[in-house]
């Protein structure tokens, strides 16, 4: 079976282990992927088993709106796999594709809140659920959610994107402590994109509320970095706030082992 899969997730080395294990199960994968996902560039790993294309990417970094300023011809492929969510401007780019080659194509979806979008998002959505072939939910509730929202087709309920366990791992982090001067703290962690929607500034205003022998280790970059560095100043809690840039992704669990507690927004 001929499977294009789309997936801008795929920048990063963590996640490039669902392809590799698709292909071990016989399937013919060719993966999609953007040179660069906001600031996170892909990261390179040995591409075993599969193909990648890389393909231009507008608008990279901004949910539902990017897409592709070049894509690929019909190679015979049996299904297109869209890892996008349905009424995203991408998705509705290939859904056109798809319908051009008439080729079956699922969808993936993480909306677990039930939303009405705008034009021209709403129709989008719309001519996507009345094309794909299926639907992968991320939970029961995105699930309830495609169904309200009118689509019928068949849904798999599968969080889809998992780590490798013999990667994300607890490792000794004696050195890390000892780096960033945390040896007798309590490490509070956070990783990802320093924006609003994670309530980064809320996170420095509670870690201010901690004692002294408490440390916050803040990694990743965004919007909102200034801001909370300042805050952070403000509150008097600055000289035990380390600010880290984002590293790679398959380095992650070193960082995340010397870290006693992990806020997930």
């Known amino acids: 079976m001929k499977v294009l899969y789309v997936a801008k997730s795929q920048v990063s080395a963590a996640y490039q282990g669902l392809p590799r294990e698709l292909s071990q199960l016989g399937v013919e994968l060719t993966v999609v992927v953007p040179p ?52 995203s401007l991408v998705t509705y780019q290939w859904v056109r594709r798809a319908r051009s080659w008439k080729k079956p194509l699922i969808f993936f979806t993480w909306q677990n809140i039930e939303k009405q979008y705008p034009f021209p998002f709403a129709a989008w959505e719309r001519d996507t659920f009345a094309y794909a072939s299926a639907a992968i939910a991320g939970s029961r509730e995105a699930e309830t959610v495609l169904r309200r929202k009118g689509f019928t087709g068949p849904v798999t309920v599968f969080p889809e994107v998992g780590v490798d366990p013999n990667v994300f791992c607890r490792k000794d982090s004696s050195v890390l402590r000892r780096r960033w001067q945390m040896e007798s703290k309590i490490v509070i962690g956070f990783a990802g994109r320093m924006i609003a929607e994670k309530g980064i500034l809320d996170l420095v205003r509670a870690f201010a509320l901690l004692p002294e ?53």
């Open 36 to 87: 660069r996902w906001g600031s996170q560039r892909l990261e390179n790993v040995e591409v075993s088993g599969y193909n990648m294309r890389v393909l231009p990417c507008a608008m990279s970094g901004k949910n539902h709106f990017h897409f592709y300023t070049r894509l690929i011809e019909d190679e015979g492929f049996d299904l297109i796999h869209l890892d996008e969510e349905p009424w």
């Open 213 to 265: 022998d408490s440390a916050l280790l803040m990694i990743g970059a965004g919007d909102q970095r200034v801001e909370a560095e300042a805050l952070g100043r403000q509150l008097g809690v600055g000289g035990r706030i380390r600010w880290m840039a984002p590293v790679p992704s398959l380095q992650m669990p070193e960082y995340m082992s010397l870290m006693d507690v992990l806020v997930l927004p």
